[in-house]
C-alpha cells in the first residue's frame, strides 16, 4: 500500500519533504532550546547573566545593602501600596496593558521615584516627551554632561541610545546628551520624580564595570536609605499566567508544527496557481556612479550658495544651542554677538566670515571657489568653539 495514493507522485514527494522537514525541527527546537542568557539575547532582565542582562547590578544592590527584590506581578498590585520610600527600576520594558500607564502614573503620585529607560520607558512615563533617535548610533556614545543636577556629576558615562527626548516643557532636565540629542532626562511628576535613560546600558553586564556607568546608576536611584528598590520584571514577560508554564520546548514543538503546517498549505496549493514574476533587474550604475551623476547634476546647476546656505544654517543651530538659544532666528551680526560674549577667544575674522556666509547663500552666481572658502572659514570657527566649550566643561 502506497502512503497518500491518492495525491500525485510530485505532490506526495513534496508532502513527504514537509513532514520531514516539520519532524526535524521540532526535533531540534526540543533538544536545543534557546538558552536565555545567550549574549543576543537583549532583555536587560535582573535573571540573566548574558552581556545584555542585568544580574550584576541586582545583586551589587544586594551585596551594597540596598532593600531590593524584583517585581513580578502587575505594576498595579505595586502601585497600591507605593510611597514616599518606593523606587521602582522598569528597564526596556515591553508594554502590553494600558493598566502599566495608570500603575506607574498612581506610584509617582503617591511620592516614588521611578527609573525608567528605552523608548517604552520613555512612552511608559507619564507627560514623556520620548522619540526616536534622530542618528543612528552602532557604537556605544560617550554622553556629555548637561544639567547642573548631582546625576550630572556622576562622571563618565557610555550608552548606547535607542531613544531621544523632545524638549516640549521648561520642567524636563537634561543631565546627559548624545551628540546634541538628549539621553538622559528627569523631571518632577505629581508628588514623585522621573529619571529616564535613552538605553539600559549603564545597568547592563557587560557594561556596568566601564568608567562612571555604576556611580551613575547608583546615582539615579538616589538615596539608599530608609528607601524599598523595587526592580521590576513583569514588563519583562515574567508574569505568571496560564500561558507561563506553557513556555519552553513544549510551546516551541507546537510552534514549529504550526509552521510547517503552514507552509505545507502554501506550497501544496500555490506551486502551480500562484502568480509568476520575473526576477528584478540588476541596477544600471552603482552607487559611486549615482554619486558622481548626482555631483555633476548640482555642478551644472550651480548650487553653490545652496551649498553654502546649508553649512551655514548648520552652523547656526550648533552654536545657539551651544549659548541656550536652540531654536532662535538671530542674523550673522546677532550670531556673531551673542558668540563672542560667550566665546571672546573665537577667531577675529568670526563677524567677517558670518556676514559673507549669509551674504553667499542668496548669491546665484557665487564661484565654486569662493563657496568652498566659506564653508571651510564656518568650519574651522565650529571646531574652535566646540573646542572651548568643552574645555570650559571639563573646568566646571
Excluded at 508594554?95 to 523608548?119: E, W
Excluded at 555604576?214 to 508574569?239: I, K, M, P, T
Amino acid at each position: 500500500m502506497t502512503l497518500f495514493a491518492s495525491l500525485d507522485a510530485k505532490d506526495r514527494r513534496l508532502l513527504l519533504i514537509c513532514l520531514a522537514a516539520v519532524i526535524v525541527l521540532a526535533l531540534i527546537t526540543a533538544i536545543f532550546a534557546r538558552n536565555q542568557n545567550h549574549d543576543d539575547n537583549p532583555v536587560p532582565s535582573s535573571y540573566l547573566t548574558g552581556r545584555h542582562g542585568a544580574r550584576a547590578a541586582y545583586e551589587l544592590l544586594q551585596a551594597s545593602g540596598y532593600t531590593v527584590e524584583r517585581w513580578e506581578q502587575p505594576l498595579s498590585d505595586l502601585a497600591a501600596q507605593a510611597n514616599a520610600q518606593t523606587v521602582v527600576i522598569i528597564a526596556e520594558p515591553f508594554l502590553t496593558s494600558t493598566a502599566d500607564f495608570k500603575a506607574v502614573n498612581d506610584i509617582l503620585q503617591r511620592g516614588g521615584r521611578v527609573l525608567v529607560t528605552g523608548l517604552g520607558g520613555g512612552l511608559l512615563a507619564p507627560d514623556g516627551a520620548v522619540r526616536p533617535p534622530t542618528q543612528f548610533e552602532l557604537a556605544a556614545c560617550k554622553l556629555a554632561a548637561e544639567g547642573l543636577d548631582p546625576l550630572a556629576g556622576s562622571g563618565e558615562v557610555w550608552m548606547v541610545p535607542s531613544a531621544s527626548w523632545q524638549l516640549t516643557s521648561p520642567r524636563y532636565r537634561v543631565e546627559y546628551d548624545c551628540g546634541g540629542d538628549p539621553a538622559v532626562v528627569e523631571y518632577d511628576s505629581g508628588a514623585g520624580h522621573v529619571v529616564w535613560w535613552a538605553s539600559s546600558t549603564p545597568l547592563e553586564n557587560g557594561s556596568i564595570g566601564r568608567a562612571g556607568n555604576l556611580a551613575f546608576f547608583l546615582n539615579a536611584l538616589g538615596s539608599r536609605e530608609s528607601h524599598r528598590f523595587y526592580w521590576d520584571e513583569s514588563l519583562h514577560g515574567e508574569v505568571r499566567s496560564e500561558w507561563f508554564y506553557a513556555k519552553g520546548p513544549a510551546l516551541n514543538l507546537l510552534m514549529a508544527g504550526l509552521c510547517g503546517l503552514a507552509l505545507l498549505i502554501i506550497f501544496s496549493f500555490s506551486r502551480r496557481s500562484g502568480p509568476v514574476r520575473n526576477l528584478p533587474l540588476p541596477p544600471r550604475a552603482t552607487p559611486v556612479e549615482f554619486i558622481e551623476a548626482l555631483g555633476s547634476l548640482y555642478a551644472k546647476a550651480g548650487a553653490s550658495a545652496t551649498a553654502v546656505r546649508l553649512a551655514y544654517d548648520r552652523f547656526r543651530n550648533q552654536m545657539t544651542e551651544l549659548c541656550g538659544l536652540r531654536g532662535a532666528q538671530m542674523s550673522a551680526a546677532e550670531l556673531g554677538a551673542a558668540l563672542r560674549r560667550r566665546f571672546p577667544q573665537a577667531g577675529e575674522e568670526l563677524e567677517a566670515d558670518l556676514a559673507a556666509s549669509e551674504e553667499a547663500g542668496h548669491n546665484d552666481a557665487l564661484r565654486p571657489q569662493r563657496a568652498l572658502a566659506l564653508v571651510q572659514a564656518l568650519s574651522r570657527h565650529c571646531e574652535k568653539i566646540q573646542a572651548a566649550a568643552r574645555s570650559r566643561r571639563t573646568q566646571v
